[in-house]
Every structure is written in C-alpha cells, then in structure tokens.
C-alpha cells in the first residue's frame, strides 16, 4: 500500500520536491497542486516521493500552449488521458462508446443505448477549463438523430449542475457542424450536454453525436498532450523527466499511481 495515499486507482499530485537538474533557484513548492515548470533542452525535472514498491508509476505529461480559440478536448484516442474523460449515460455498442464523439473523426460518432431519445454526455477535465463556446457536429447520415432540445451545464463536482446554454427545435442536416457561443465565459470542471429531444425517435439509436469540441477564451493558455521529446525514468524514491527537444516549453507534471 503507498505510503502517500491510500486510495487504489486515484491520481494526486503525490509532490514533496521538485527541481530543475540545471537550476539554481528550486521552484517553489506545493504539494497540493499540479505543477508547472519551464523547462529546456537537457533540464530534467524530478519528482521526489517515498520509495514504494507496490505501485507502478506512470508520470502524466501536458504542456501549455497559446492558441486563440483553441480547442479544449484532445483528440481522444479512449474514453481518458491525462486531461480529461468522456462518459455518456449509456452507449449503444462499444463501436459507438461516449469518446468517439471526441476522436477528430467526422465518420464516428456517439449513439445513445437501443431506442433511447434523451441522454447526457459528458466531458471531465481534471481541473477546471475556462470556455467561450462550444460546437457539435450531427451524424451522417441520420444527422436527424442529432439533439433537437438539450442544455449545456457544468459542474465542479459532478452533482450540483449549472445551466449555460441550451437549444430548442433545432434541425440538423448530416454532417453539419453548429457552432454555440455562451452569454458569457464560464469555468467548470464538468461540461455536460443533456439532451431531452431528437427529431428521430423511431430509429434504432435515435440519440447521436458526432463530434463535440468546447473552445478557449483567445487570451487563454491551455493544457495540450506532451510531445515524445521528453525522457522518463522511474527509480525507487523519485521521477526523472529529461527535456530532449531544442525548444523550452511549460511542462505540467502529475505522478499518477
């Protein structure tokens, strides 16, 4: 069992030190939070914890970038990565699971369990994400099965919901893609589309979505995957993560268990 936390399965920042290998100053320390750090080519930047045996580590990596309007989701390539995790409240077959509306693929698509017309999808980041607007791309075909009614909501803790958005009688053509703005910019963990109407419900899936994307305030940096340019090493009491690549970039640690 860790000697650092008792939960299997749960993802903390799990940080007693961190330090550039070629830095004089040691970044500041805080153990309750995520930790962002410049860092350049031949820096390596290590996670110091106890030694535990019991677990295999897994060193989680994102980088910030600026990009105006950019694109919160990642291209999900399953239903989570380091950055967030998409859920439905059911799937018509593994083939149409809740992350397929998230994986840059016009030609796949969330389907909602056999004959339901009303559902939710969701996507939760691991913090909290600032958005301006969102966008969903109908199916094709059957874009028809596309929400005609829904509200976007979000949510800190997955219980208590506040509504953003939403839609009514809207008609979809396949394949088109729509485009929301918000009243105003709004910052949540969760962000939920709960779907309450389509305008087919005597299809076997009538409930679909193709593509789903939520955009970042122009002003915004965000989190996106971490390249392959960086080098990792697993030791006994600590995490070594090397920068290979010429560039510096504000790398974004977790140690996940």
Same mark, same amino acid.
């Given at each position: 069992?860790?000697?650092?936390?008792?939960?299997?399965?749960?993802? =903390?920042?799990?940080?007693?030190?961190?330090?550039?290998? /070629?830095?004089?100053?040691?970044?500041?320390? #805080?153990?309750?939070?995520?930790?962002?750090?410049?860092?350049? &080519? *031949?820096?390596?930047?290590?996670?110091? $914890?106890?030694?535990?045996?019991?677990?295999?580590?897994?060193?989680?990596?994102?980088?910030?970038?600026?990009?105006?309007?950019?694109? #919160?989701? @990642? !291209?999900?390539?399953? @239903?989570?990565?380091?950055?967030?995790?998409?859920?439905?409240?059911?799937?018509?077959?593994?083939?149409?699971?809740?992350?397929?509306?998230?994986? *840059?693929?016009?030609?796949? $698509?969330?389907?909602?369990?056999?004959?339901?017309?009303?559902?939710?999808? =969701?996507?939760?980041?691991?913090?909290?994400?600032?958005?301006? *607007?969102?966008?969903?791309?109908?199916?094709?075909?059957?874009?028809?099965?596309?929400?005609?009614?829904?509200?976007? =909501?979000?949510?800190?803790?997955? !219980? /208590?919901?506040?509504?953003?958005?939403?839609?009514?009688?809207?008609?979809?053509?396949?394949?088109?893609?729509?485009?929301?703005?918000?009243?105003?910019?709004?910052?949540?963990?969760?962000?939920?589309? /709960?779907?309450?109407?389509?305008?087919?419900?005597?299809?076997?899936? &009538?409930?679909?979505?193709?593509? !789903?994307?939520?955009?970042? &305030?122009?002003?915004?940096?965000? #989190?996106? @995957?971490?390249?392959?340019?960086?080098?990792?090493?697993?030791?006994?009491?600590?995490? =070594?993560?090397?920068?290979?690549?010429?560039?510096?970039?504000?790398?974004?640690?977790?140690?996940?268990?």
């Amino acid at each position: 069992m860790s000697t650092l936390d008792t939960g299997l399965g749960t993802v =903390r920042d799990w940080i007693t030190q961190m330090r550039l290998g /070629n830095a004089s100053p040691a970044p500041l320390i #805080l153990p309750a939070n995520r930790q962002t750090l410049d860092i350049g &080519p *031949g820096e390596t930047l290590e996670i110091v $914890h106890a030694s535990d045996p019991d677990y295999r580590r897994l060193a989680s990596l994102t980088e910030q970038i600026f990009d105006p309007g950019a694109s #919160l989701i @990642p !291209v999900m390539a399953g @239903p989570s990565n380091a950055l967030c995790a998409i859920s439905a409240s059911s799937s018509y077959s593994d083939v149409r699971a809740a992350w397929y509306a998230a994986d *840059g693929q016009a030609g796949s $698509h969330w389907s909602g369990g056999a004959g339901k017309t009303t559902g939710w999808w =969701r996507c939760c980041f691991t913090a909290p994400v600032t958005a301006t *607007g969102y966008s969903i791309m109908a199916t094709a075909p059957y874009g028809d099965s596309s929400p005609k009614d829904w509200t976007l =909501r979000g949510s800190n803790d997955g !219980v /208590n919901w506040t509504v953003l958005d939403s839609g009514v009688g809207v008609a979809w053509v396949d394949g088109q893609r729509r485009q929301f703005s918000l009243a105003q910019p709004a910052t949540f963990a969760c962000w939920e589309i /709960n779907i309450t109407a389509t305008a087919r419900p005597d299809y076997a899936a &009538p409930l679909a979505l193709a593509e !789903v994307q939520f955009y970042a &305030p122009a002003t915004q940096r965000i #989190l996106v @995957p971490a390249s392959t340019d960086y080098q990792i090493e697993y030791l006994a009491d600590r995490t =070594r993560i090397k920068r290979l690549a010429a560039e510096r970039r504000l790398l974004t640690a977790t140690v996940r268990l």
